[in-house]
């Protein structure tokens, strides 16, 4: 069965909807400092908007502990999403039950935080179908449009969708088609890009990708455990012990598969884990022989590798890329990040950021979103998706893979 889209839910004018977004943006002082999210909701809520429906905006922020927290409030955001709307968002501070639903057409209210209630998170089936029917007093219709999420079965996601009917909104279902496309019908030559602090939380991805991609890159932290697999010393650099016999069938996979699997030829190392630390690149067939020795902490792949990616990168028709390549929020080690983003501009065809760290990075650099092909707006979710498992936001809706 195909997702259900707004289409299918036939003219909305004059009907209050509840829309599901994914607001979950960083804040620093009470200040967003990446509205990467909320711009990434407005097609879904202009299109509404535009028929004249009566839209109630529904979020997440953070993990607060099922209570009210100021510091997670979704405030900020609302004010937020006012100015690029270019017209008044109501804020409803109380909860749920204590919010008049009456709007008029095309106004917008956005609730509070919907982690401070338990029941949004909670484990137990008929607690979540409860707060699904209070939220359902919102609407006659729900648009689930927070892909960040739809990996989750929150009542938000999940039973709100079953207690309305229910249709996907346009960011889920453009972040769907290009998804599908990378397990589906990749343009070669395809090249995955992981990087990150952990081997563990690519597992999946590695595991179902491999038969598919003809290079895979590793950088970032993870890229010492593959390291330390091939009998690397790496200092006191990021490693999971536990890993290391996983990656070895890895690299036997890869070779077997005739996959390019590319580890770095030199990292930077530090003598500590901080912005300032005295580092110098090193070649991985010479770490031993460095200064830092058994004390040293790579913190970024070095210019060689990086530039070895760029070009594996840039001559590929589809890339996927999840996973800083070094700790970027220091100027001083994102050199590697900045060259595989650049290299990612230059790709004639298609280049997907996977959403995460990897989205906040490219934005911290200075990139445009338009640089990209696609900037995933939900780490965790685009990688289940890419594990093959099935998501119970996107089920609800109709999706089978």
Known sequence: MALRTLESLG????????????????????????????RASLTTLNALLEQGARVTVISHLGRPDGKPEAKYSLRPVADRLSELLGRPVRFADGAPADTSPDLADGEVLLLENLRFDPRETSKDAGEREE???????????????GFGVVHRK???????AQALPSAAGSLVASELEVLDRLTESPA?????????????????????????????????GMLFTFLAAQGHPVGKSLLEQDQLDTVREYLRRAE????????????????RFAADAAHETVRIDRIEQTGFGADGIGLDIGPETAAEFADIVASSKTVFWNGPMGVFEFPE??????????ALTRVDGLSVVGGGDSAAAVRALGFEDAQFGHIST????????????????????GWQA
């Open 11 to 38: 003219s909305l004018a004059g009907t209050a909807v509840v829309v599901r977004c994914d607001l979950n943006v960083p804040l620093k002082d009470g200040v967003i400092t990446d509205d990467g999210r909320i």
């Open 131 to 145: 707060f699904a029917r209070e939220l359902a007093r919102f609407g006659t219709a729900f648009v689930s449009d």
């Open 154 to 160: 929150h009542t938000s996601v999940y039973e709100l």
């Open 188 to 220: 070669k030559p395809y090249t995955v890009v992981l990087g990150g602090s952990k081997v563990s939380d690519k597992l999946g991805v590695i595991d179902h990708l491999l038969p598919r991609v003809d290079s895979l890159l590793i950088g970032g």
């Open 256 to 271: 077997e598969l005739g996959v390019n699997l590319v580890l770095p030829t030199d990292v930077e190392v530090a003598e």
């Open 333 to 342: 080690f994102a050199a590697g990040t900045r060259t595989v983003a650049e």
């Open 378 to 397: 939900g780490g965790g979710a685009s990688l289940e998706f890419l594990e093959g498992k099935t998501l119970p936001g996107l089920e609800v809706l």
